[in-house]
């Protein structure tokens, strides 16, 4: 059986520092000049990049490599690759390779199918067991698609991973509770404030990450949420999926930011700002002026969009990604056991999506060997065809016949002529015994049977090194002949 | 006898408040998934609120009448505060501020303890006689009650802020109120307090002129029983109008509730101590040895 050729290179949470992954971050641009470079570097090779806050990882496989013949059972070598992957990584992100390689992960093969399950249900998430990675998996997937990087093992990979997040994620309780980046977010918040209907949340960005986090905010009924975002547009559509009424919910200019964080008592940053929107410069000067009353930053950003300094301001309560950790080792002990469940059944589908990519090498086969006999069959139809058309209505039977002579001998004569030429060549017969045995498992040529059904026989000549390999006609049909072209 | 039994009852009330107090510093600091922590603090600081309300009990039904009377004597009137505030803490953390108790019950063991203290030295009643004296020490030991939940509330702030600046969740234990509800909790008893000492230190001034021969003597506003109660009051007010004065809420509210609670006790010791040097005390009969508690009357 072929070896998967899989392989998995990247960053996370566990092995790079936020500095490192805000780096690696790629935004929409960023991407699409991976994805161009990669197909200079490896032509066909399917690639699918999972960009998120917390990670950056590329799945990669070679599809010849995939097809590698019978018997080749090692893992392909990746290592070319793996080197590739991290020079392009460090070229897009501008990141010295020293400062790089200690926090490249490699999987390959089973592994890399076993990570990327772990990865897509949230159990590899800082937030473990956050619903927002499997969007985040299925968006990586659906760009790669769009890219036509996606191919056979890609395809089967992504799609079970995905399936089998969203059915362990329901069946374990995984999905229920308050386990996602916003809320716990949220749950910083609800420690410094006891209400929030005097409060006035603003937004500073208005995409997936701004509408999970709200969606959970809401729920605490703020007096007033102001949502400002570079497109306005987009800023708009979040109000009506958050159903605000226009006295509870208002999209600001961003020109306006100082006017909102004067207002504010909760801000939720999360905009692809590159550079820090948000400084201790800003914030000082309005403490007084807020007559110091508390004001929540919640940097959901990846780069950040609050300045880390804004921390040691009085009266300012910062948090960003990383500032979660603390929350989430808690969450491992509180869902221990979902988190036992949520692993057997990810190592089921781990043994069942590899038993996939294995038949799916005996599908390849059992296609290629279905469209070679259609296509002779189809030879031999025109064939027959012509000549009954020409023919005498008395020939009609024997040209049948012939035609079905003339198609069994041409399906059998490449395998009984590989198999005889085995036999005559090879000092060492296994290969031919090999052969021979599998042919009567395949055709269930039992003694009994073949006399039964008088199609074919197969003598073994036992004791000598020559098989003579003959087909028997039946009843009605010509004597035996030796196998040929036709 | 009585004297005896109550000295045994607090040490054990102490000693019992003191083992709750370490519970719920470690449910602090350790997650309690078993909740065998949680229990055992419930059911030390529920013994201890029974024990302290039955002490009280037992000390009106077998303390002779015509001595006991409710803040008659020292140890009566802190066993009244340990009683009234493990209770209205209970209360509180029942209704808006959770995890008030862990907080709570290291003061509730110094008020215990320093009922030991007072009962080992003067079981003797205080000489009331006036009405002044009553609302004074009405006015002064509720006050101070409320103050010791207001430093209470304040730690706790001090501990959650500590906390999330840290970005630790606080309480890993237990759930903590938030720092607005702590706040206003501050707020409010200090409010409270503030204005029961006004009600206090007003009556016990309008005692001292009162009265001709008082033990604080002819310069009475020199005295450090008073320039302390003084100090005190002040602190108060500005604490209770840290609602208003900006720079003066949050962590510096709580830091001055915790200030004036050390404050109440830094005005007892004084006056204990001063108390033997202090020989004029014409206003209090008897041979006895007279009670002589924070105020003095």
Not at chain 1, 150 to 170: C, E, M, P, Y
Not at chain 1, 348 to 362: P, Q, Y
Not at chain 2, 199 to 211: A, N, Y
Request: proline letters at 4%.
């Amino acid at each position: 059986m072929a070896a998967l050729s899989l392989l998995m290179v990247g960053i996370n949470h566990r092995t790079a520092p936020l500095e490192l992954r805000e780096r690696l971050t790629l935004n929409e641009q960023a991407r699409d000049e991976f994805y161009r470079v990669l197909a200079q570097h490896l032509g066909q090779t399917e690639c699918i990049l999972l960009s998120t806050c917390n990670r950056t990882e590329i799945y990669l496989s070679h599809p010849d490599q995939s097809q590698a013949p019978a018997g080749t059972d090692s893992l392909p070598d990746h290592h070319d690759d793996v080197q590739l992957l991290v020079k392009l990584l460090g070229q897009i992100s501008n990141l010295d390779m020293d400062c790089l390689l200690p926090a490249i992960i490699v999987n390959e093969g089973e592994q890399a199918v076993a990570h990327l399950f772990r990865v897509a249900c949230g159990l590899d998430s800082m937030v473990l067991g956050e619903a927002q990675i499997l969007g985040q998996v299925k968006r990586a997937y659906e760009v790669a698609q769009q890219r036509k990087t996606v191919g056979a093992v890609l395809h089967v990979l992504f799609q079970r991973a995905i399936g089998t997040a969203k059915s362990a994620r329901t069946d374990t309780g995984m999905a229920r509770g308050r386990i996602s980046v916003g809320s716990v977010a949220v749950d910083f918040a609800r420690q410094i404030f006891e209400r929030f209907d005097d409060k006035t949340v603003v937004a500073i960005g208005a995409g997936e990450v701004a509408k999970l986090t709200l969606r959970h905010l809401s729920t605490l009924q703020p007096a007033r949420l102001l949502i400002t975002n570079r497109s306005l547009s987009r800023a708009n559509a979040l109000l009506e999926q958050l159903a605000l009424t226009p006295e509870k919910g208002e999209v600001r200019s961003f020109d306006q930011l100082e006017e909102m964080l004067l207002a504010a008592d909760v801000v939720i940053a999360s905009t692809s700002a590159d550079q820090p929107l948000i400084t201790p410069q800003q914030i000082k000067p309005l403490l007084r002026r807020r007559r110091h009353r508390p004001l929540v930053i919640i940097d959901l950003a990846l780069p950040r969009n609050v300045d880390p300094a804004v921390h040691s301001l009085p009266d300012v309560y910062l948090y960003n990604l990383d500032d979660l950790q603390s929350v989430i080792s808690e969450t491992f002990q509180y869902r221990e056991q979902q988190i036992k469940q949520c692993t057997e059944i990810l190592n089921r589908s781990v043994v069942l999506c590899m038993h996939e990519f294995e038949n799916r090498d005996i599908g390849q086969v059992i296609r290629a060997l279905r469209q070679k006999l259609h296509a002779l069959g189809y030879d031999e139809q025109k064939r027959t065809t012509r000549k009954i058309a020409s023919a005498n209505p008395q020939d009609i039977d024997r040209i049948i016949q012939e035609h079905s002579r003339r198609l069994i001998n041409k399906i059998l004569h490449l395998p009984l002529a590989t198999l005889d030429r085995q036999n005559r060549l090879g000092s060492d017969d296994s290969t031919a015994e090999d052969y021979t045995r599998t042919l009567w498992q395949l055709f269930d040529l039992d003694d009994h049977k073949t006399k039964d059904h008088e199609i074919y026989s197969i003598k073994r000549k036992q004791g000598g090194k020559h098989i003579d390999v003959s087909v028997i006609p039946s009843k009605s049909d010509t004597p035996a002949s030796s196998v040929d072209s036709g | 006898m009585p004297e005896f039994i109550t000295s045994i009852l607090l040490a054990i009330l102490t000693a019992l408040s003191l083992v709750a107090s370490t519970v719920a510093a470690v449910r602090l600091r350790k997650d309690d998934t078993s909740g065998v922590l949680r229990r055992l603090q419930h059911a030390l600081l529920g013994i201890c609120v029974t024990g302290t309300g039955l002490l009280f009990v037992y000390r009106t039904i077998y303390v002779p009448p015509q001595v006991w009377q409710p803040l008659g004597s020292h140890v009566d009137g802190l066993l009244l505060i340990a009683t009234l505030f493990a209770a209205a803490v209970l209360f509180v953390q029942r209704a808006s501020v959770q995890g008030l108790t862990a907080f709570a019950l290291p003061l509730l063991t110094i008020l215990l303890a320093w009922s030991i203290c007072a009962s080992a030295w003067t079981y003797e009643p205080f000489k009331i006689e006036s009405v002044w004296t009553k609302a004074h020490k009405a006015g002064v030991y509720l006050g101070s009650l409320f103050f010791c939940i207001a430093a209470a509330a304040g730690m706790m702030y001090l501990y959650i802020q500590r906390r999330l600046q840290r970005h630790q969740r606080p309480g890993p234990g237990q759930h903590l109120a938030s720092l607005e509800a702590t706040e206003q909790l501050i707020i409010r008893t200090t409010t409270l307090g503030f204005a029961l000492l006004t009600f206090g230190l007003v009556c016990g001034l309008i005692l001292v002129v009162d009265t001709p021969h008082t033990s604080l003597g002819p310069t009475w506003w020199l005295s450090p029983k008073v320039i302390l109660a003084a100090l005190v009051w002040l602190i108060y007010a500005i604490v209770m109008n840290v609602r208003f004065a900006t720079a003066f809420r949050g962590t510096r509210a709580a830091w001055l509730s915790i200030v004036g609670v050390i404050l109440i006790m830094a005005i007892f010791g004084v006056v204990n101590t001063l108390s033997d040097e202090d020989e004029d005390q014409p206003q209090f009969v008897d041979n006895k040895k007279i009670e002589v508690d924070a105020w003095r009357h």
